[in-house]
């Protein structure tokens, strides 16, 4: 895997990958030293990294006691997914007239890394596999600023995704899903594009609803 450029990005890049595969739980304390001594670094790219996760609700940070893992509630959750459906239907609406033959490649491309991931059961690489599909199929609407709350947004909940993704049926519903939007998109349907977005995001939280409490999330398991 590509070293990011800089060290914070690197850091940054492997507290969001712990968050995800559940090496660091919800409400876990985060050991800045002893996280900083295992990635080789000093804490002061692992200080502003935390801080950018406290700005997307990943870690919280408390007076006297330091950061520690969020515990995200549903309802939190629900805010999120609305917000995304809101910023996202209107990208998905400007992309699907703009997609060129090299979008579509990259679509289909980052579907087949997240079918991969999803047979190997890697949960890790399914995540960032299905990130690029998403943003493969919403950057052709050339909406940067709408685009950085969408990323925002993504970064909230990738911890959720992880628990989604434990499921071998989600996985597969995962894989179905993204088929019938590969073929929306190579079509340029847009309102059918925006709707099987909307069906796959809801499926997402349905699913999840059996799994977090209405208070607080119990963390991924298996």
Do not use: C
Not at 45 to 62: C, D, F, I, N, S
Not at 74 to 96: C, F, I, P, Q, W
Not at 153 to 178: F, I, K, P, Q
């Amino acid at each position: 895997m590509r070293r990011p450029p800089t060290t914070q990005e690197y850091v940054l890049d492997e507290l969001r990958r712990s968050i995800v595969s559940g090496e660091l739980q919800p409400g876990q304390p985060i050991r800045q030293d002893s996280i900083a001594a295992g990635m080789g670094v000093s804490r002061v790219p692992l200080r502003e990294a935390l801080k950018t996760l406290e700005a997307e609700g990943q870690v919280v940070y408390q007076p006297h006691r330091g950061y520690s893992v969020a515990e995200l509630s549903l309802a939190d959750l629900l805010e999120v997914y609305r917000m995304r459906e809101l910023l996202e239907s209107e990208a998905a609406t400007v992309a699907a007239d703009r997609l060129t033959d090299a979008d579509l490649a990259r679509i289909t491309d980052a579907g087949q890394d997240v079918e991969v991931a999803a047979e190997d059961g890697d949960l890790v690489a399914m995540i960032a596999a299905n990130r690029r599909f998403h943003f493969a199929l919403l950057e052709p609407a050339g909406m940067p600023r709408l685009l950085r709350v969408v990323r925002t947004l993504w970064d909230a909940t990738d911890a959720y995704r992880a628990v989604y993704y434990n499921s071998g049926t989600n996985r597969t519903r995962v894989r179905r899903e993204h088929e019938a939007i590969i073929s929306a998109a190579q079509d340029r349907r847009a309102a059918d594009l925006v709707r099987l977005l909307a069906e796959h995001r809801d499926h997402a939280v349905d699913a999840l609803r059996g799994t977090i409490g209405e208070d607080e999330w119990a963390g991924p398991t298996g």
